[in-house]
């Protein structure tokens, strides 16, 4: 486990309020939490346990994996297969369901081409290795196999 960076939970948390356009006082009603004690948080002299970041994280409609990930708590996972991107477009409040589906339907294409460019790409990459090796072989006096 990581060690935690209340330094950059802090100023992460703040980013995340402002975007919001909650004020300190509203965001610390809305997670149950004292006005002081979220001020020392985003200042990052205050560490806070998983259950108060989770309470914030939920008062600012954001998932409380990623506050734990700020906080050093839990590694940051590598996103493979898009889930994240998914539930952040899904769970987005700015956006309506028509444009969360767009914008899915769109990321959802990207993936696919560039899947397709990759492995066109290793195909590319192996036929190229074979037709040097054919070259090298001509130019050696051999013949082609």
């Known amino acids: 486990m990581a060690t935690l960076n209340v330094g950059g939970l802090g100023e992460f948390l703040r ?45 600012l409609r954001i998932s409380a994996e990623t506050l734990y990930v700020q906080a050093g708590i839990l590694d940051e996972r590598r996103d493979t297969d898009g889930v994240a991107v998914h539930t952040a477009i899904l769970t987005d409040p700015a956006l309506d369901e028509r444009q969360k589906q767009v914008l899915l339907q769109i990321y959802d294409s990207f993936r696919k081409e560039n899947a397709r460019d990759g492995e066109r790409a290793g195909t590319d990459a192996e036929a190229g290795g074979a037709l040097r090796a054919v070259g090298e072989n001509e130019s050696q006096g051999g013949t082609p196999s």
């Open 15 to 59: 980013e995340q309020r402002r975007h919001a356009q909650l004020s300190l006082r509203q965001l610390a009603d809305a997670a149950g939490v004292s006005n002081p004690y979220l001020s020392q948080i985003e200042r990052g002299l205050r560490k806070p346990s998983a259950e108060i970041l989770q309470q914030l994280a939920k008062a």
